[in-house]
């Protein structure tokens, strides 16, 4: 599957952004879906993932605040993020795998190209 994830920009804190995945290549709603991100001089970091059974899982830093969906139909997963803060500023990573998407990243079969997220203070 090839991923190519769209949205990026500037934003001020306390900001909205929208971040789309396009997946191409295979079944779609086959694939579990993730959201990865790294920042400067950081390791990558897992944010969100959902199931093919749209079951979702997020890192603690942004629960309450960024929401991940799918649209099968449209093979696309979705990251809405909300209440943005300067430390969300990373680059965006989708991910996908027919297996369950670690926190740690390791053994994800599919990544995108990231996509810069900048978050002004």
């Known amino acids: 599957v090839q991923l190519q994830a769209f949205g990026g920009g500037l934003v001020q804190a306390g900001g909205s952004l929208r971040l789309p995945c396009a997946a191409s290549g295979r079944t779609f709603s086959g694939y579990n879906m993730g959201w990865f991100r790294q920042a400067p001089g950081k390791e990558r970091e897992f944010v969100a993932a959902?199931?093919?059974?749209?079951?979702?899982y997020y890192t603690d830093s942004v629960k309450a605040r960024f929401t991940i969906s799918r649209d099968n139909a449209r093979n696309t997963v979705s990251l809405q993020m909300n209440s943005l803060k300067p430390e969300d500023t990373a680059v965006y990573y989708c991910a996908a795998d027919t297996l369950t998407i670690a926190r740690s990243g390791a053994g994800v079969g599919y990544w995108g190209r990231g996509t810069q997220v900048t978050v002004s203070s």
């Open positions: 959902i199931t093919r059974s749209d079951n979702t």
